[in-house]
């Protein structure tokens, strides 16, 4: 294996697994094959002796794992900016979406739109993300919730891959909303999702795995089971927007499915973090959702850190409840929002992302063996990435050695 190319001179956040802190290394050097797998992560002292194409100094840069958002509803039509104003008039979320608002309206968009108009509305959201050194996001489907808008909007979210250098995982969300053809008859939707939909999805590989809104606005747990069941039923994985709005004992039906994540989870209890911990379902939290809705209920921080549940942060993307696509800015809210510390911010958008995604095997350290995904910044100390509010010290971001 020859090294490819070398990056010297540089201070590291490894995010290794097992180290303290951030598996920091002063004088560091990562090395890269041609395949962009990462050869050797570590001091520079101690580094094989590597034929190198290509040398960069770094000049004492730091350098993390490329970012991940493990949790996004990037790919949609139309905006939302007016329901912003409706909720500045006092209207809550929820009674937006009651009175046919909310989710629907950006169905209605969406439905209208071709797969390329939705690849084209959801390139500058995902530039936006890029720009601070994301190389994976995962994109949910629901805004279709017919067979064939599913089916458009994640192939438009995969087209995104192509477009761009960034890996793309795929979540299928058709239970996001009851659609208008459906209403009086969520059952009837939810059969449509189980026997049409996730065989459909699953046929084409388009999604690793199926999401669901478990909530009083969105499926019951005994709904979303039998979506759960059927995802099993093809070999798909599971997670769930969980405990949200309500607890509805979400997160341990996730658990029992052994979900990647449950996401959201202000009103989660602590049989709730039990359940995720016995099953290694990953805590994912949506710091700018709770920020946009005005939410006071925080998720249970301490209980998940009692419990060893790993964190993981996401913008959560998307036109109603969070129009955030800065990572970034994600983590100033974990830290700010929630009380996250710098290591558990930075972690929660590297290595616990990855795990959120069932990924970390290939990417969400600075490990041989993974994904040459780096982002290089213009820093003192990693404390910066998180601490600053609306400005991005990204130097370089590299995708698979490039
Ligand atoms: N929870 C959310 O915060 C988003 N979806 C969900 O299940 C909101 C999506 C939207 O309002 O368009
Ligand atoms: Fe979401």
Same mark, same amino acid.
């Given at each position: ?28 050097? @990562? ?98 993300? @890029? ?152 805590? !994912? ?56 510390? !710098? ?60």
């Amino acid at each position: 294996m020859h090294g490819q190319r070398i990056w010297t001179n540089a201070r590291l956040a490894t995010l290794t697994l097992g180290l303290s802190g951030l598996g920091e290394i002063d004088h560091g050097l @990562i090395a890269c094959d041609a395949d962009g797998a990462i050869l050797y992560a570590g001091p520079e002292a101690e580094a094989p002796t590597l034929p190198a194409a290509e040398v960069i100094d770094c000049e004492g840069r730091w350098i993390t794992p490329g970012l991940i958002d493990p949790h996004t509803h990037l790919v949609y039509a139309g905006d939302r900016a007016h329901e912003f104003e409706l909720r500045l008039a006092g209207a809550s979320y929820e009674a937006i979406a009651r009175a046919g608002g909310g989710i629907l309206s950006t169905v209605t968009a969406t439905r209208a739109a071709t797969q390329e108009q939705l690849t084209a509305a959801a390139l500058p959201r995902l530039d936006a993300l @890029i720009a601070e050194g994301v190389t994976t996001v995962e994109i949910k489907s629901g805004y279709g919730l017919t067979l064939a808008d599913e089916l458009k909007q994640l192939r438009a979210a995969r087209a995104l891959g192509e477009a761009r250098d960034v890996d793309v995982v795929l979540s299928f969300l058709g239970a996001h909303a009851l659609p208008p053809e459906y209403v009086g008859d969520a059952d009837g939707y939810i059969a449509s999702v189980c026997e049409q939909m996730i065989p459909a999805v699953a046929a084409e590989g388009l999604a690793g795995a199926v999401d669901v809104f478990c909530e009083g606005i969105g499926f019951t747990p005994a709904q979303t089971r039998r979506v759960f069941e059927a995802a099993r039923g093809h070999g798909l994985q599971v997670k769930l927007h969980a405990e949200q709005l309500s607890n509805q004992n979400g997160a341990a039906l996730a658990a029992e499915f052994c979900a990647l994540s449950a996401d959201h989870l202000e009103h989660l209890d602590e049989a709730g973090v039990a359940a995720m911990a016995l099953a290694g379902t990953v805590a !994912v939290l949506l710091p700018g959702a709770y920020y946009f809705v005005r939410e006071t209920q925080l998720p249970p921080i301490a209980l998940l850190r009692a419990h060893g549940v790993p964190i993981a942060l996401a913008t959560d993307c998307n036109p109603g409840t969070s129009p955030l696509t800065s990572l970034l800015l994600t983590m100033n809210m974990g830290a700010t929002l929630f009380r996250l510390t !710098v290591e558990e911010c930075l972690a929660g958008v590297t290595r616990e992302a990855a795990r959120a995604l069932g990924r970390l095997d290939q990417i969400g350290t600075l490990e041989a063996g993974k994904r040459c995904d780096l982002a290089i910044w213009e820093i003192e100390r990693p404390a910066e990435l998180v601490y600053r509010m609306g400005f991005n010290p990204l130097h370089t971001r590299v995708r698979g050695g490039r």
